[in-house]
């Protein structure tokens, strides 16, 4: 076991120099003896069920199981996807997220936005603390339940994690740049960074009548989802290039707001890992029922997991996952 462990470290160094795939990935021997990474693994798995587990550092692949091409749907891991398409508009001048709603042109069916609510900055919606309280598309039974009421909060004031606010957001997107979320994200991110599952027909925009805007819902794969995830831990840089403006990526991913869930704050549509706990810069893409991509620089490591939940009706719990991570870093360097 400790000669297959000595492989993986030595692979690990061999890399550290380029810490993004080519067009395939590279993988730990698998006639060696499985490491504790594998078994940590293995364990998650037969436990669990989730769809597809893959575990990184840097360009390496340390672990896997399960089909990690198999395209599934992300949930709300779709909140960090968006993020990154506005960061890119940003960068070029297309989208200012100091604009307010009321500058944008932006209200919603009856009852439409007051005068207060369309104060709310693009900034504000980014960070979930928009104080709109109307009804959102694809939202869960918690969400509803859990919505404040029209008027509770002045924008900028409250953080309550809205659907509202992100499905807007996608509009507001459109809007500004003429393009289609999914074919910007395809193009933009999907093919500069090589995933190897994607295309723009793989994103599907549901509304269910309760607001003039959509939720935009991605179908995609484990791997590439550690690649978008490798992204990120590389400041947004793919084999020398800016896809993602690296100012864009410490600021998004820079808690704003401490949140209901006790170990962790939120950024712009990313969930920011407590650093005390997961190091510096640690965060987290998360979607229901177990769909989950773990980002820590510390320890140069993504960890991705896909549930469908037709066929896992139970998912897999965020804490049951973040537990794999914890076990994971502990086994590296």
């Given amino acids: 076991m400790w000669f297959s462990v000595l492989l993986a470290i030595l692979a690990v160094s061999s ?28 364990d998650y798995v037969r436990e669990h069920r989730p769809t597809a587990v893959m575990v990184v550092q840097n360009d390496l692949v340390l672990a896997t ?12 891991v779709r909140k960090s996807l968006l993020s990154a398409l506005f960061g890119i508009a940003v960068e070029r001048g297309q989208i200012d997220i100091a604009k307010s709603l009321g500058q944008l042109g932006i209200d919603d069916t009856a009852p439409s936005l007051t005068p207060e609510e369309r104060q709310a900055t693009v900034r504000q919606l980014l960070m979930s603390r928009s104080g709109v309280y109307h009804t959102a598309a694809y939202e869960t039974g918690e969400q509803k339940l859990a919505r404040p009421a029209r008027g509770a909060h002045p924008p900028g004031a409250f953080w309550y994690y809205n659907n509202w606010d992100f499905n807007a957001l996608g509009a507001i997107y459109e809007k500004a740049t003429d393009e289609n979320a999914f074919n910007g994200f395809e193009r933009w ?18 509304g269910d009548g309760s607001s003039l805007y959509r939720a935009y819902v991605f179908n995609m794969s484990a791997r590439d989802l550690a690649r978008f995830g490798l992204l990120f831990l590389n400041k947004g840089r793919w084999n020398g290039a800016e896809i993602i403006p690296s100012r864009w990526v410490a600021e998004s991913t820079r808690a704003y707001s401490e949140t209901d869930r006790k170990d962790r704050g939120y950024g712009y549509l990313w969930w920011v890992l407590d650093p005390s706990a997961w190091g510096e810069g640690a965060i987290l ?3 229901y029922g177990g769909q989950h991509i773990a980002v820590l620089p510390e320890k140069q490591l993504v960890v991705v997991e896909v549930v469908e939940l037709n066929r896992n009706s139970n998912g897999v719990r965020t804490r049951d996952f973040l537990d794999l991570v914890g076990k994971i870093a502990t086994f590296l360097h």
Avoid at 21 to 33: E, F, K, L, N, Q
Avoid at 65 to 76: L, Q, Y
Wanted: aromatic residues 4%; negative net charge.
């Fill in 15 to 42: 890399s550290a120099a380029r810490a993004e795939p080519g067009a395939t990935w590279a993988t730990v021997d698998p006639r060696a003896a499985p490491t504790p990474v594998e078994s940590a693994v293995q």
């Fill in 65 to 76: 199981s399960g089909d990690i091409t198999r395209k599934v749907n992300v949930r709300s």
């Fill in 189 to 206: 991110i999907a093919r500069p960074i090589g995933m190897e599952d994607f295309t723009a027909h793989d994103g599907i925009a549901i």
């Fill in 285 to 287: 893409a998360s979607g």
